[in-house]
């Protein structure tokens, strides 16, 4: 069993800039790919972007490419998502998640949830 606990969201300018951590118990994430997606009221979970431990490789939803970076930390527990630019559509509730099953874009195919962190980004 993985437990994920997210935290670093919070209200910000649009433009600006924030760091959401999510870390691990439990299990370390090193073996695990891991993802973050976010969640606007009245809207579907959406995909961010996640990191495919096993190749190395990362992956990006298209609304935040060039503006979100995916790391991990030399902890092993640790990843970060980097936003930069915010958007006030940026907003939404952010979870991480990790584990995958299938598809890296999919919520589905996850098997760990963390209980999410707010973003609020103001105009």
């Known amino acids: 069993q993985v437990q994920l606990a997210e935290s670093g969201g919070g209200v910000v300018q649009a433009g600006g800039s924030l760091r959401l951590s999510c870390v691990a118990s439990?299990?370390?994430?090193?073996?695990?790919?891991v993802a973050w997606f976010r969640q606007a009221p009245g809207k579907a979970r959406e995909f961010v972007a996640a990191?495919?431990?096993?190749?190395?490789?990362?992956y990006y939803g298209d609304s935040v490419k060039g503006r979100f970076t995916i790391s991990r930390a030399s902890d092993r527990n640790t990843v970060y998502l980097q936003m930069r630019s915010l958007k006030p559509e940026d907003t939404a509730v952010y979870y991480c998640?990790?584990?995958?099953?299938?598809?890296?874009?999919?919520?589905?195919?996850?098997?760990?949830w963390g209980q999410g962190t707010q973003v609020t980004v103001s105009s």
């Open positions: 990191d495919a431990w096993s190749s190395g490789s990362t």
């Open positions: 439990g299990r370390p994430l090193s073996y695990y790919a």
């Open positions: 998640a990790s584990d995958v099953s299938g598809s890296y874009y999919y919520a589905e195919s996850y098997n760990y």
